[in-house]
């Protein structure tokens, strides 16, 4: 480290440790007792009934996030959350016992950004004083099926940075209130236990496992959410014991119509006796199926709290006539989910353990709410395609230096907090929101692209050796889902890609033109031409409505891009490149190094596997009926936004494919397969890629029969799986599902085809242990996915049903555009092979998936009338990374946070035994990573960056094997700072945070 170096340090770690502290001088002037040292005394001897104020306020569901704010729309339902934080922080003033708590940061924000510094003082001292606690403090509460990991943490870390920099340490969350979401995923215990979480509550579980837990006291247990990272991912997690309601009859808010409490003895209508009583036989009963004396009474429900004296008012009356009536058995008083989690932890008891999920999850025998996991699938790829734009914004801007915008990327940031809801991403919000949805995702994506361009340029003028030359201007192509781009089309162009991925990758390119021409590709690193192949589009994709397009072709070439860097390649057209061929109306096999594909008698289309010789699948269209019924009762529920029920226990064939026609070139080879007018696909293999791309059309759905469809692509494998196939959890870990199985209880199956559906955020696999063969379907988005014959991979890929299925959205899951029914286009990768060479096998799978997850991203510059390309690009390639990462560790997170500090998060992307050499330990010197720039100070935190990681210090549980449930060895984590090094260890599954200092490299 250089003298200056050294000195610029010293300056900055001041702003490093104080990172988030903005408040820390106004909390001085209020004498802070939040947290745990807030709660109320329990007392050992009696029941100790724990009211707990609470409300829930989706962010966006039967009305948009402003409608559900400023409380506009109230035909639709009376719901304003601005009065609820009015009315809350006021009845809170009135009286210092009252309590409440608060989870979406979203709302909080947008609340507390139009309040005078009165108010926010009071709400400051209200939290400082552990009367207002901050619960879960993501964005949203999110849905934990069709929501990846990445997005999670950024949803959560995003949130909590709001309330850190506003309200400082009091406003951490401890707990995490998942109390809504439509079965719960083992990746979110783990995301909760790495933020620091003590504990979770949840509020939904299959009926039948509800039953068995309430029999066996089995409702709190520890959630070993990771097998790779042990005990450091173990929560200890409650189910509700009615779901986040009050008692029945005891709801007190201006939506209710329970009595309230009457306490003049002249009214003939005084019912305090009665309802004393009536609260105390509930409280018993609920105690009765848990271990401890302790007892939580969520008393609020959907936007409750609109004029909160009501519900506090009755309340503070239930508490004052059973004090006075029942002192000696009971103990009453208000307090917070934490203050109930920290009374059962100091019980000192022993807890079951849980080592799968809660999906999928029932409500009743004929209500089974995997629908949901391909609900409105557009959308789903919309978010995913959001989180590859903002991580990929976030990385630009660090490695650009950029200073002018930040409130660009906070709004993107906050765009994809919304859309991580668990009525956003999953579909099951009204027509009218997903639009508003997609606007504000829109917008996001926007400023995403803006940033992209102005942090490219910045690059290449930075390291320009003429500083007089400006690059031009660059844009994305929003619209390649349609294979649309106006900047490509018809000009000459240069493109530049940038990768986000921490490794240089080999991507197949995919550009719209208007002509069936030649052209020519040059790499502008060396002028050499880059071999590259003119493919026509598939009619049917020429042909989606609302596609504004000249384009009928896509010129195809392999870009070769360094690791978290750029590279520029120029496009001209009418000078000579390699051009496809042709076939149709006979068979023909198109393949390459590692597969041969046909189309059989049947149209199916054929995959066999060069090597090994015996291993092959089969991939066909199919599609259920939906059931419609009154919804009275549960054997009438219909299939909807929620529910998946089809009518029939197999799934129906389409007729044989209609045509089809062969594109053979040097770089891609295309299967163009029609199978009817409105089901089509392309199925291709490009030169030396050890995948086959599935890239599937479907809709619109015709209903004009009145009956809805769920259609679905299935891979038929002659593998032999024992009922057995693995799903992702959050685009994580893998976890194994049995055909008609739950690990937990004996399963009563009554449906058996949406009761063996799972979420697939990411991944589907099958392997075939005996002849150690491996399947996997990769997906673009969250999706539904099973394995109803072994062997075989089915995917749900979209959804059109007429009739709602009475769960609370109101109308049927009948999406249309541009006055025809939805459009939708997506792809599968499939991947598979022989599994004996574990490591090298499971490094080209688990690359696959995050190069499916994380694309590059192509920025184009339309080449003007005379303009050089030294002019238009001074910078044709350039990497942010000085060396390359070993192979099993990826940056996660490049984020510019605050005050000159960057936010950095490495992962460890193997599990243990996933690979003999990836899934060990590995070091990382992080003095080496970055070109550009030195990493001088360096300090680890929490996965949510909101609290150092040497402080955190979560409560310890006893698991029934009479394991003490505690973190590893401290030591493990450090990092190890030499003259020349930064060190650090990633375990398997590993994730750390870091908040940095860097300086450019010049200096």
């Given at each position: 480290m250089s003298r200056l170096e050294f000195f610029l340090t010293l300056l900055l770690?001041?702003?490093l440790f104080s990172h988030g502290e903005a408040a820390s001088i106004r909390e001085r002037a209020t004498a802070k007792k939040c947290g745990y040292e807030?709660?109320?005394v329990t007392d050992p001897k009696k029941l100790n009934i724990h009211l707990v104020a609470h409300t829930h306020d989706d962010v966006g569901w039967l009305k948009t996030v402003d409608q559900y704010y400023f409380g506009s729309r109230p035909r639709i339902q009376k719901a304003g959350v601005q009065y609820i934080l009015d009315s809350a922080i006021e009845a809170l003033l009135t009286n210092p016992e009252r309590k409440f708590m608060y989870v979406e940061t979203a709302f909080l924000w947008k609340w507390w950004l139009r309040q005078n510094n009165e108010t926010q003082q009071n709400v400051r001292n209200l939290i400082n004083e552990g009367r207002l606690e901050i619960i879960g403090g993501g964005w949203s509460m999110n849905d934990e099926a069709v929501t990846h990991y990445h997005s999670l943490i950024d949803q959560y870390s995003w949130g909590f940075r709001r309330l850190k920099d506003v309200f400082?340490?009091?406003?951490?969350?401890?707990?995490?209130?998942?109390?809504d979401p439509f079965g719960h995923s083992r990746e979110q215990a783990s995301l909760f236990a790495q933020l620091g979480f003590d504990g979770m509550f949840f509020g939904r579980l299959d009926y039948q496992d509800k039953a068995k837990r309430l029999k066996d006291k089995t409702m709190e247990f520890i959630w070993k959410g990771s097998p790779s990272l042990g005990a450091d991912a173990d929560l200890f997690t409650v189910a509700l014991y009615n779901n986040y309601s009050p008692p029945p009859g005891f709801c007190f808010d201006v939506l209710c119509n329970d009595e309230p409490i009457n306490d003049d003895p002249k009214s003939p209508d005084y019912n305090v006796d009665e309802r004393v009583e009536k609260l105390l036989e509930y409280a018993?009963?609920?105690?009765?199926?848990?271990?401890?004396?302790?007892v939580i009474f969520t008393m609020g429900e959907d936007f409750n709290y609109q004029h909160a004296e009501m519900w506090f008012t009755n309340l503070d009356r239930l508490i004052r006539y059973v004090r006075e009536r029942n002192s000696?058995?009971?103990?009453i008083f208000y307090s917070t989910p934490s203050c109930y989690l920290k009374a059962v932890h100091d019980a000192n008891l022993q807890w079951p353990t849980k080592t799968d999920d809660f999906f999928p999850y029932a409500s009743d025998p004929h209500s089974y709410w995997t629908g949901y996991f391909s609900s409105r699938p557009a959308i789903k790829f919309y978010e995913r395609m959001g989180n590859n734009l903002l991580q990929i914004s976030k990385q630009l801007t660090v490695l650009a230096g950029l200073t002018n915008r930040h409130e660009e990327l906070d709004y993107f940031r906050e765009a994809m907090g919304i859309m991580q809801h668990h009525d956003a991403v999953t579909g099951t919000e009204k027509q009218l929101v997903a639009e508003d949805y997609a606007r504000i995702l829109y917008n996001g994506m926007a400023n995403g692209a803006n940033i992209n361009s102005a942090a490219i340029r910045q690059l290449m003028n930075q390291a320009s050796p003429n500083k007089s030359r400006t690059a031009a201007e660059m844009y994305s192509c929003m619209q390649l889902n349609v294979s649309s781009c106006p900047y490509t089309e018809d000009k000459d162009s240069i493109l530049t890609i940038y990768n986000p991925l921490s490794y240089p990758i080999d991507t197949p390119v995919r550009i719209p033109i208007e002509e069936d021409t030649t052209y020519k590709v040059v790499n502008l690193v060396d002028s050499s031409e880059v071999v590259s192949q003119v493919v026509p589009i598939h009619k049917p994709v020429q042909n989606i409505p609302g596609r504004i397009s000249k384009a009928k072709n896509e010129l195809v070439f392999i870009a070769k891009v360094p690791a978290m860097g750029h590279k520029s390649y120029k496009v001209v057209k009418g000078i000579g490149s390699t051009r496809q061929q042709t076939y149709g109306d006979v068979p023909r096999l198109i393949g390459n190094e590692f597969y041969n594909i046909y189309i059989d008698q049947?149209?199916?289309?054929?995959?066999?596997?060069?090597?090994?010789?015996?291993?092959?699948?089969?991939q066909s269209f199919h599609y259920y009926e939906g059931m419609e019924g009154n919804n009275e009762e549960s054997r009438n529920r219909s299939s909807g936004a929620y529910i998946f029920r089809p009518k029939q226990i197999s799934a129906k064939n389409f007729g044989k494919p209609a045509e089809w026609t062969v594109h053979i070139g040097p770089v891609v080879e295309e299967l163009h397969q029609t199978i009817n007018d409105w089901v089509s696909q392309v199925i291709r293999v490009y030169r030396g890629k050890e995948y086959v791309e599935f890239d599937w059309l479907v809709g619109p759905i015709p209903v004009q029969d009145k009956i809805g469809k769920e259609i679905v692509t299935k891979y038929s494998s002659s593998l032999k799986t024992a009922k057995e196939f693995y799903t992702d959890s959050n685009g994580r870990e893998m976890l194994k599902r049995k055909r008609d199985y739950r690990p937990t209880w004996k399963l009563q199956l009554e449906e058996e085809v949406a009761g063996n559906y799972y979420p697939v955020t990411s991944k589907i696999s099958l392997v075939d242990k005996k002849k150690s063969f491996r399947l996997s379907a990769l997906t673009d988005r969250a999706q539904g996915g099973t394995s109803m014959q072994d062997g075989e991979i089915e995917l749900m890929i979209h959804r059109r049903l007429l009739k709602d299925d009475a769960f609370g959205v109101g109308e049927a899951l009948n999406e249309t555009a541009f006055g025809e029914g939805l459009v939708v286009r997506g792809s599968h990768y499939l991947i598979g092979g022989s599994i004996k060479n574990l490591d090298e096998y499971m490094l080209k799978e688990k690359s696959l998936q995050l190069e499916t997850l994380l694309r590059p991203w192509t920025l184009v510059t339309p080449i003007a009338e005379n303009a050089t390309v030294e002019e238009l690009v001074p910078?044709?390639?350039?990497?942010?990374?000085?060396k390359a990462l070993p192979r099993n560790v990826?940056?996660?997170?490049?984020e510019p946070w605050t005050y000159n500090i960057i936010l950095l998060r490495l992962e460890h992307i193997f599990e243990v035994g996933e690979s003999e050499t990836l899934s060990q330990p590995v070091e990382v010197n992080l003095r080496d990573v970055f070109t550009n720039y030195n990493i001088v100070t360096v300090e680890e935190t929490s996965l949510g960056a909101n609290q150092w990681k040497a402080d955190m210090n979560r409560l310890k549980w006893q698991a029934e094997t009479n394991d003490v449930l505690q973190s590893r060895d401290a030591t493990s984590n450090t990092v190890q700072v030499e003259d020349d090094a930064i060190n650090i260890t990633l375990k398997p599954m590993e994730i750390r945070t870091f908040l940095i200092t860097m300086l450019p490299r010049k200096l």
């Open positions: 770690l001041p702003l807030a709660c109320p400082g340490s009091c406003a951490r969350p401890h707990i995490g209130w998942q109390i018993r009963r609920q105690a009765s199926s848990y271990r401890s004396n302790n000696s058995e009971v103990n049947s149209g199916q289309v054929v995959v066999n596997w060069t090597q090994p010789k015996n291993m092959n699948f089969v910078l044709p390639e350039a990497s942010g990374l000085a990826h940056i996660l997170t490049l």
